[in-house]
């Protein structure tokens, strides 16, 4: 009936209807004077009331005192739209500028409307605005019900008009009776949650607030208020979140950060809650030095620890070895600065409340293990103030005990030795071995400790610094500590800083000699396994090597000598030295680099026939380097080269071949070859001269080669004269001998018959029985041409004396005797050994040019000429003889027919 009346009488519906909006109005204009006069002062924010100034002086007003304009404030918004704007949007825009008295003010005064958007209202609030100035907004949790705790409200009138009860509105609605006056309406409405929320959601909410505050602004405080005030109203399944929130706050305020610009934007709760225990714990130490890591480990990696253990308790897993556990499984990763820094802060000496590791066998153990996994090489200083941090026990060792100690060590030094499975063992690795020892065996581990860092100190000192696992390596290895005592005594004179006084070199004597004996606790050095002898023997060695020779000689000879060596030691150290300077020399000129120092090192021993020989062999060397020599076209010979020479006469023949007047210094040559060594080998001295009769025979010098053929014969007669006939150098040199002498001798352009007749006669007074056939040939041949000469001569010479003879004659007469002979018509005879061999100078060329010893010396059995398939070629002195007569004989004819005997 009453929607009937509105429907019919619509005045009466508008009127109702703008009763209700009316009401509200006022009921808003309350407010707005409310927060203008309390909230928004509280906020120390303007209000404007949306009135102009000039209605300051209103003549209406009443009589009372106006405000002064000084003491109102500007409202952030008009009354008009204050008016106007839903509830909703009004408290999320006080909200927004985060004047929260206003906020609190509208949700006391219009709570009904509100409340259930309380949530909507809340994450309004800017999220760097400290949650602190709105605790009072914020959800609470009423533990005795588990449920949100509601709020009471105070409207400003008790109870609502009947224009503004809901039944009344649905009428309204059902009466589809136009409205003059629209009620404000909110732009945005959320979900609504008009009950209260359980443990559960509200736990939640405060994690969704607290994972967004952190992701748009990265302020952790503003999170950690939140969950601290969420904490405090008994809300479960919060404490994780709060424990990693404070965490955070800590690696990022507490942690020091050199470069604040590099403050990761990543580190959100998220990525923090990624992170495993280690990640974290490095997280945290990033940026530690040795003198905050104290303080940090204290400060953020314990409360950490503590956390981890806390929760592992609470999961019904309780673990009490988490801190120690992650603690030192950091240390053994750390650097040895950070180390040190550690063990600083937990020497013995300290409070036990004041130290970081308070477990004495277990800082042993992580410094053996830290100390012996470390790969530096320069921080031995660092590595003994570590030691120096050790607790030091006085124990009464059993030798049990020390024996299991020992037995840890020898395996432990296997165990470091790279291997392809396991090139690289970490100090985590290593303090698997000294966890099971006890205190005595790790008392001693400390002793052995103590040795090596004084013998790594050592080394540091001298340029050859180890790994302190090399000395558990090379505890056993004799030929390991000889190669480092080698590098040791090397390494110091040959440095940048290489030492140039006696004194340091007495110094690094005195250590090395420290380093192979045993120290105050009777454990040996670096070097225990070479003797006293073994040491000098290096020192020395490495003393040469550095070209420091009259320090060497002054340790040697001087008045107190420092190095007493045996004198066949000494000679056998430089020769060794020498010849390494030697073997590397680019260069073999012997007045500088390292052949002078090659040279000069043979003058640290007595002169001996060894030292003398080797100081020829330098001058030999660097005379052949002289003559130009080439290993390669292009390339100059070095002086491993020579010595390495499976032939060194070849490289005699190379002079002599690459010089064209190198022949005619016989003396020279020779001096050459004695210095090469083959000072007491009398057939390299013949082989020699041949070579220099070969090299004047190609040249067609006749005279040097018959002068040098003559000295290589003298030089056979006196060997055959003291040796027997039987003896190889005798039958060696006489094997040279002959071949030279016969190439000479046959050789068709020797036009002396006299000396090459001389040369064959010596020839065949040394050839062996199997090869005289040959050189009788030869012999017959020559004998030939030197009786045919000489008729020549006569007959010219008869000529002479009867010019009238020669001219009735009315015969051709041939102008010489080469014309003659090449007329020469003779049988044809069985083939000799003297028609197939080759030209004189290709022969001496084959055999003589390169290595005399690869002449066909001591063929046995066959002719020295016999062509290659010639196997009618008989090999007895019978056969020879009949060709060689044959051979006269057809000679004879053709010297016959040459003088005018008709009968030939």
Partial sequence: ??????????????????????????????????????????????????????????????????????????????????????????????????????????????????????????????????????????????????????????????????????????????????????????????????SPLSEDALSNWYRTRIRHTITTTGVLDNSLSLIQYAASQGLQGLDEIAEDLLLLSRMVYDVPHPDAEALSSEWTLEWWKSLSPAEAINQFLSHATRDTIAMLVQKVVNPYLFVLEAREERRGRPDPTIPTRLLYDYILRAPLDI???????????????????????????????????????????????????????????????????????????????????????TPSDIYVFFRPLPLTALSRALDFLDVHLESGEIFSRWNVAAPLRWFLQSCNNASEQYAWANRMARRAGGSEDRLESSEDWEWLLEDMVKLSGSGDSGLKGAFCLLNREEILRIFLSGLLSSGQFSIAHNMLYGHKPVLKMDPATVEEISLSVSQEFYDNAPSGNYHFGDMKLAYDCLDVPRASPRTVKEKEFIEATSRLCAYNLVSRPGIPITPIEIRLSKDRLSLVSRVLSSNNDAYKHVQVILELVHKLGFKDDPVAEVKALAMLADTAINVEDFAYAYQTSEMMVKKVQELRATHSAEDSQVLRASEVCWVSCFQLGRHPEFDDMQKKMMMLGRALELTPAETLGDVLAAWSRVEGEDLAQRKEKRRDASDASHPGKRASAGTFVPSSLASRLQQLQIPSIPSSPITHAPDAAALANKALHSVAANLPFGARGRSLFSQPGDRSRSSSRYDGAEVSAQATRVLQKGLGWLLGDENS
């Avoid at 609470?140 to 409207?155: K, M, T, Y």
């Avoid at 300290?350 to 530096?376: I, K, W």
Wanted: overall charge negative; glycine content about 4%.
């Fill in 1 to 194: 009936m009453f929607i009937a009346h509105l429907r019919d009488v619509p005045a009466d519906a508008q009127l109702c209807h703008m009763r209700a909006i009316l009401l509200d109005r006022l009921d808003r204009l309350n407010t707005f004077v409310e927060i203008c006069r309390e909230a928004l002062s509280s906020d120390n924010m303007q209000v404007d009331s949306g009135e102009d100034e000039e209605w300051e002086d209103d003549p209406w007003a009443d009589g009372t005192q106006p405000t002064p304009a000084s003491s109102r404030a500007t409202s952030p918004i008009p009354l008009s739209e204050f008016l106007t704007i839903g509830l909703l949007d009004l408290a999320r825009f006080f909200a927004s500028l985060g004047l929260h008295s206003a906020v609190d003010f509208l949700l006391r005064r219009h709570g009904p409307s509100l409340w259930p958007y309380r949530l909507f209202i809340l994450e309004s609030f800017p999220e760097q605005l400290p949650p602190s100035e709105y605790y009072d907004l914020l959800p609470r949790f009423d533990a005795a019900l588990g449920v949100e705790e509601v709020p009471s409200f105070i409207p400003w009138r008790i109870e609502n008009d009947w224009t503004e009860k809901d039944v009344f509105r649905a009428l309204l609605a059902s009466s589809e009776v136009p409205v003059l006056l629209e009620a404000p309406r909110d732009s945005v409405l959320s979900e609504p949650h008009p």
């Fill in 339 to 425: 180390v040190a820094g550690i063990f600083e802060a937990s020497k013995p000496t300290l409070p036990p409340s004041h130290r970081l590791l308070r477990n004495d066998e277990d800082m042993a153990r992580l410094a053996l293990a830290c100390l012996y996994g470390s790969d530096s090489l320069e921080d031995w200083p660092t590595m003994s103030q570590v030691f120096e941090c050790l607790p030091a026990w006085n124990v009464q060792e059993n030798d049990d005990e020390g024996d299991e100690a020992d037995t840890t060590i020898a395996s432990l030094a296997a165990y470091v030795v790279p291997s392809t499975s396991q090139p690289h063992v």
